[in-house]
């Protein structure tokens, strides 16, 4: 089965043919077929059917990833949206929303996220149980209708979607990467849910903000439900959030336009279904904090957060509002509070649990192999380095600084 995942390095070096709209796959190993689409045309009512009655996370949403191939993905790339279905039925297994792009003299095919996607998971049609075998016999199916390139490269795959293992995590290629996600299980009443999930130290902490804020002028979770609105909280978390950033001497996509209208559009957008949603945390008439957020499937998926740390000294907006929209989300029906990727400090202070994502890196040319040695390369360095804290806060430390210079 190895060797059917894997294209020929003559046929993958060869120079790259234009991609037909829609291409019949080949039925690897009796189990699956894959059939490729250039066009959401093609396949969009399979995605819309999968997105309602399937298994997918906020970052697969037919509106969102429509977003991404036409407001982010590079003119010259590809768009490649791969449809597998059971080979004996015809049933459809899964969708994989993925981009040919050039890279540095070579081509790959990566996740197509354009830096707005969290999470690399396919949309599944049902909750199967997926083995290593069987998700690398999909996988192989996937690879022979891929146009040629010279590597694949899918980050940020998270281990299980809504309780059902990720076939992309199972792939014998698959490997854990460096990045980590955190979330949190929300169940039972909201009133108390704060007190019931999280550590007693963020409990206690949050309970004293309330209160100070409250002292303040009055203590309100709002959420944009108009375009106004929705325009006044995205200014607003703009202006927070590189403020912040700024002093901090931290990059922030957000510092790009096309990724600033990107947000700004599938926020407007998400007023018809609630699958994108802003709240702002509001003292009074002023607002010290705003979060952006998609909510599918149960799941309320934290994206950005702009906060105005010095309006109150020795309080935190940041947290407060984490804590409040919890409470919002519960209140909703909803049952997991995702907090997105990466390691910070006050996920764990919430008392969330976190999870390592895997990572596909799978070179077919000399030139892939090249380019997937350094990615790996650079993986075991950074890990290396966030090993020794000492050396990861020196580290940071510099690059802040020329940020700043750079600002």
């Not at 309602?52 to 949403?61: D, I, N, R, S, Y």
């Not at 197509?112 to 069987?134: E, H, K, N």
Request: proline share 5%; glycine share 8%.
């Amino acid at each position: 089965m190895a060797s059917l995942a894997v294209q020929p390095a003559a046929a993958a070096d060869a120079p790259v043919q234009p991609v037909s709209p829609i291409r019949a796959g080949i039925d690897v190993g009796a189990h699956y077929t894959a059939r490729l689409h250039t066009s959401f045309d093609t396949i969009r009512q399979l995605w819309q059917r999968l997105e309602e009655t399937g298994l997918c996370t906020g970052h697969q949403g037919l509106a969102w990833v429509e977003g991404i191939a036409s407001r982010l993905m590079p003119k010259s790339a590809d768009l490649l949206v791969v449809e597998v279905n059971d080979a004996a039925t015809g049933a459809p297994v899964m969708l994989l929303p993925l981009m040919r792009r050039r890279a540095l003299g070579h081509h790959v095919i990566e996740w197509l996220s354009c830096g707005v996607c969290d999470y690399s998971a396919p949309l599944l049609a049902d909750a199967r149980l997926w083995t290593t075998q069987s998700a690398d016999a999909a996988w192989a199916a996937v690879r022979v209708v891929l146009p040629p390139a010279d590597r694949i490269h899918v980050a940020g795959i998270p281990r299980q979607i809504h309780g059902v293992a990720n076939p992309l995590a199972l792939l014998s290629a698959a490997r854990d990467s460096i990045q980590i996600a955190s979330g949190l299980v929300m169940d039972g009443e909201p009133e108390t849910l704060i007190k019931r999930i999280c550590k007693k130290s963020f409990t206690k902490h949050f309970y004293k903000h309330c209160r100070r804020f409250e002292q303040l002028g009055g203590l309100a979770l709002v959420e944009a439900e108009t375009p106004d609105m929705i325009e006044e909280q995205f200014g607003t978390l703009l202006d927070l959030r590189l403020n912040r950033f700024r002093e901090l001497g931290r990059f922030d996509l957000l510092t790009q336009a096309p990724i600033v209208e990107f947000y700004r559009n599938a926020a407007l957008q998400g007023l018809s279904d609630g699958s994108v949603r802003l709240f702002g945390l509001r003292v009074g008439q002023a607002y010290l904090a705003v979060i952006y957020v998609l909510v599918m499937k149960g799941t309320l998926h934290a994206l950005l957060l702009g906060i105005d740390q010095e309006a109150v000294p020795n309080v935190s907006p940041g947290l407060t509002t984490i804590g409040k929209l919890m409470i919002w989300g519960r209140g909703q029906g909803l049952g997991y509070f995702d907090l997105s990727v990466g390691s910070q400090g006050y996920k764990q202070h919430i008392g969330a649990a976190s999870s390592v994502l895997a990572e596909l890196c799978e070179p077919m040319t000399l030139k892939g192999r090249g380019s997937t040695a350094y990615i790996r390369l650079r993986g075991k360095t950074e890990l290396f380095v966030r090993s020794k804290p000492r050396l990861y806060k020196a580290v940071q430390g510099v690059m802040r600084r020329l940020r700043r210079l750079k600002t």
